[in-house]
């Protein structure tokens, strides 16, 4: 079974609106943490936020904020006011407690957003 | 400045032959993570380690070998068992606690024919 799902392959959004990218995930570890990164086409990963597991509020970066719904088990990214440089994959990833003690930290497939001008 | 250094950018390789991947970390992180990325696949977990001289299997282990040695590196072993090599590796850190981010580098793309 898929830890983290993307659903979304590709998306277009039209310059200075908004756009929500969807991320669903699975764990049975109750502390566990949520992270949004930007690749660019040059292929470094950037990251952009971050929510606990416990975080009462949904977390907040400039434009960027997390729609974090827990008993949904979802952890949405929502992009205001979309610019071009916004144009780039987005990935999804969790970081989750294992049997042995460890954390690992699992990624999704990504989306692959496009601004438009 | 404190980051993590991936070399070569591109390697290339003849089918057979083994190929290791150099990573190296001067953040003083304590994890350390190798992840493979194929178009429409995303990252996927290849090794992780948390301290010196232990590490897991991650997701897609088979046909590759990593060690850690020193806190600072991380090599991962591309061996002639990996049915498909070729694909963009990345290694990352990241320091102990949950919710610390990880630190990524530049990648190396591997091309085996």
């Known amino acids: 079974a898929q830890k983290i799902t993307q659903t979304q392959p590709g998306m277009f959004v039209q310059e200075k609106e908004a756009v929500t990218l969807d991320c669903t995930y699975d764990t049975s570890d109750p502390s566990y943490g949520l992270f949004w990164y930007k690749q660019p086409s040059s292929g470094e990963m950037i990251f952009l936020i971050y929510q606990g597991s416990y975080d009462q509020q949904n977390a907040t970066e400039g434009r960027y904020s997390l729609n974090f719904q827990k008993a949904r088990k979802s952890a949405n990214l929502v992009i205001s006011a979309s610019q071009l440089g916004d144009s780039a994959m987005y990935f999804c990833a969790m970081r989750e407690g294992t049997s042995g003690g460890y954390q690992k930290v699992t990624f999704g497939t990504g989306t692959k957003l496009q601004v438009i001008p | 400045d404190g980051g993590i250094t991936q070399s070569p950018k591109y390697l290339f390789r003849k089918e057979g032959q083994n190929v290791t991947l150099s990573c190296e970390q001067n953040l003083n992180h304590d994890a350390m993570y190798w992840y493979r990325q194929d178009p429409g696949q995303g990252l996927r977990l290849i090794y992780y380690s948390q301290i010196v001289n232990d590490f897991q299997k991650g997701d897609i282990a088979e046909g590759y070998s990593v060690s850690r040695e020193k806190k600072e590196s991380f090599p991962l072993t591309v061996t002639s068992a990996q049915k498909n090599p070729t694909a963009f590796y990345l290694c990352?850190?990241?320091?102990?606690?949950?919710?610390?981010?990880?630190?990524f580098g530049n990648g190396t793309r591997l091309t085996v024919t």
């Open positions: 990352a850190s990241s320091p102990g606690p949950r919710n610390s981010p990880l630190h």
